[in-house]
């Protein structure tokens, strides 16, 4: 999958501003919500090939989420993210593969990871928040690799026991 570079250009000012609204945003979700949820989504290929994103405003590459919306079900919530930032519609229910705690990064915070297990390629609905969208094969990832990323997809494709921790 690739980007049209014209409707997605990174936005300079966001890398730029992001490290000093993302603690405020931290502090808003903590005393708006206590605990904080988020998903993750992980879609492979024919070739085996797992699909990764790489913000604007973050380094490294992640695996598709986010946060889950109030009123939301965790599952509904891995739908959305994936389609917003991949354009990856899922045609069949997510799968449940694991739950992790992120209190490392941000205290009462937890993630669930999701498979796509069938999925159709659109459009994506959100721009300006992923630079770039690319698959990658589990055992040739890019050196830049989100610490959580990579431990989720050892899990997953190396047969590394699963962790609590994110």
């Keep these: 999958m690739t980007i049209d570079p014209a409707r997605s250009t990174p936005t300079p000012w966001r890398a730029r501003v992001e490290p000093f609204t993302r603690p405020f945003f931290f502090a808003f979700s903590r005393w708006r919500r206590g605990m904080t949820l988020g998903v993750r989504g992980v879609a492979t290929d024919a070739q085996g090939r797992v699909l ?39 045609t069949v229910r997510p799968r449940l593969i694991s739950i992790h705690s992120n209190e490392r990064f941000f205290p009462g915070d937890h993630v669930l990871v999701y498979a796509i297990d069938a999925y159709e390629i659109g459009e994506r609905t959100s721009h300006g928040e992923i630079a770039e969208i690319a698959w990658f094969h589990p055992s040739a990832l890019p050196e830049d690799v989100n610490r959580g990323t990579q431990a989720r997809l050892a899990e997953i494709f190396g047969a590394a026991p699963i962790s609590d921790d994110w």
């Design 52 to 90: 990764l994103v790489r913000h604007t405003y973050l380094k490294g590459w992640w695996l598709p989420g986010g946060g889950v919306d109030k009123g939301e079900t965790t599952q509904a919530a891995v739908v959305r993210e994936m389609r917003e930032e991949t354009g990856l519609n899922a």
